[in-house]
């Protein structure tokens, strides 16, 4: 069950939603709306166990393991883990710049939000300085937190949308 939630962002930008880039996130049948939230909710869950059941044996070049659950059409899916906690990280990759990673963005921080419905409230989210632009939305629920994120790294050429789940915390 998902409890209260925090919503939030550090920029606002422009959207555009002319085109829908995942039909599992914005498809025109209800099907393909409830298969995203589906898939999110299923993810939240496994955050309460570390996302151990849903990682494979193989390291990932983009750190930690590569994850057995992949969002749709996701450049690459994670686990990892830091000193404190395993989170979980599909991201998408675009040439710098893409219009459709706006897209992308909006329509996964617009999914999230209708599937956590009235539990999403907004505030700001914590900026930081290694991109050379970086937003997020911020879901902070009883257990875990979900973050969308956007990050456009010139020196990469790359614009990355990412969703990111917080995990259980590491027992020392």
Not at 30 to 42: I, R
Request: net charge negative; hydrophobic share 40%; with cysteine.
């Amino acid at each position: 069950m998902l409890h209260q939630s925090v919503f939030s962002r550090v920029v606002l930008r422009p959207s555009v939603f002319s085109v829908c880039l995942l039909a599992s996130v914005c498809g025109s049948s209800a099907t393909a709306g409830s298969t995203f939230c589906a898939d999110l909710t299923y993810l939240l869950e496994q955050s309460k166990s570390g996302f151990y059941a849903i990682q494979s044996d193989k390291r990932s070049e983009h750190r930690g393991f590569n994850a057995s659950k992949v969002l749709e059409n996701a450049e690459y899916c994670v686990i990892f883990e830091d000193p404190k906690k395993r989170s979980y990280k599909c991201t998408w990759v675009f040439a710098f710049g893409a219009a459709e990673a706006d897209t992308l963005y909006e329509q996964f921080a617009n999914g999230v939000s209708e599937c956590l419905g009235s539990l999403a409230d907004r505030q700001v989210d914590q900026p930081v300085n290694h991109p050379d632009t970086y937003t997020a939305y911020l879901y902070t629920l009883a257990d875990t937190e979900l973050r969308v994120t956007f990050k456009e790294k010139s020196a990469l050429k790359s614009t990355l949308v990412s969703v990111v789940i917080e995990g259980t915390a590491i027992a020392l």
